[in-house]
């Protein structure tokens, strides 16, 4: 390949960012100035408080948040996707689990939770109540969907929605055996079969942990203040009935 500004010899590299990949042709003429470049898709993630929007990080990136996204939706986390990269031999196979698979989680996470809001809470039960309240009006001949969407509806004409319930744990030893450290409970509803409540619990969490383990945690410095998953110091096996009577009485 040959400049097409002056014929020379070009160079080319492939500059990766966690596993976002582009290209990059420089011509070897120092007197010639074409470079050509080609940039990875980049990814729409809110970034927080305090960020320099000059520095890309591995969440500016479209492949390496679908990257990470792909493992979430099937239980897998980092050390899978470490190990999927090593085998096919892309980038950063090493540093893709301990550490990237985190970093990206941590800006991924908070979007992930208010989309699942918006969607069981905003659209599924209100599909839910749309069918169960029907076209039934009070006495001032108003549909009382209408005025529960409005949070005018009064208690006693609030809906009666009939669901099915149950939890998930990430660690379970047996039918009988519950030592998870964490677990998702859901309630779907019986007309549109679609999940109206969502609840996370958690006895531990990574932050709180690696700070304990760390100098100034030794030496008696509080923890600072970030998202703690640590909610629950009950058993695993209570977990199920706590997350259910939080999903009954929750408000919308």
């Given at each position: 390949m040959r400049c097409p500004k002056c014929q020379s010899s070009v160079t080319a590299t492939f500059p990766t960012h966690c596993?976002?990949?582009?290209?990059?042709?420089?011509?070897?003429?120092?007197?010639?100035?074409?470079?050509?470049?080609?940039?990875?898709?980049?990814?729409?993630?809110?970034?927080?408080?305090?960020?320099?929007?000059?520095?890309?990080?591995?969440?500016?990136?479209?492949?390496?948040?679908?990257?990470?996204?792909?493992?979430?939706?099937?239980?897998?986390?980092?050390?899978?996707?470490?190990?999927?990269?090593?085998l096919l031999g892309l980038p950063n196979s090493t540093t893709f689990g301990p550490r990237s698979f985190g970093n990206i989680e941590a800006f991924v996470g908070p979007v992930l939770t208010q989309f699942a809001d918006k969607?069981?809470?905003?659209?599924?039960?209100?599909?839910?109540?749309?069918?169960?309240?029907?076209?039934?009006?009070?006495?001032?001949?108003?549909?009382?969907?209408?005025?529960?969407?409005?949070?005018?509806?009064?208690?006693?004409l609030w809906p009666r929605v009939t669901t099915s319930g149950d939890m998930g744990w990430q660690g379970r030893s047996s039918g009988k055996s519950y030592n998870s450290l964490s677990g998702d409970a859901v309630l779907v509803g019986q007309h549109t079969r679609k999940p109206i409540a969502w609840h996370v619990m958690g006895k531990a969490c990574s932050f709180c942990q690696g700070?304990?383990?760390?100098?100034?945690?030794?030496?008696?410095?509080?923890?600072?203040?970030?998202?703690c998953r640590a909610g629950w110091d009950g058993s695993s096996g209570a977990m199920e009935p706590v997350a259910t009577l939080s999903m009954v009485v929750m408000p919308f």
């Open positions: 596993i976002a990949s582009g290209s990059k042709t420089t011509c070897n003429n120092k007197f010639c100035s074409f470079v050509d470049v080609t940039v990875p898709s980049q990814a729409n993630i809110p970034m927080p408080e305090g960020s320099i929007a000059k520095i890309h990080r591995n969440v500016d990136w479209e492949a390496n948040v679908l990257y990470l996204l792909s493992f979430l939706s099937v239980g897998d986390g980092g050390t899978e996707a470490g190990r999927v990269l090593g969607l069981v809470h905003e659209h599924n039960l209100v599909e839910e109540v749309r069918i169960v309240l029907g076209d039934k009006k009070d006495e001032h001949d108003n549909l009382l969907f209408y005025l529960w969407e409005g949070g005018l509806l009064p208690e006693a700070w304990n383990c760390s100098k100034r945690g030794k030496n008696g410095d509080p923890v600072p203040q970030h998202d």
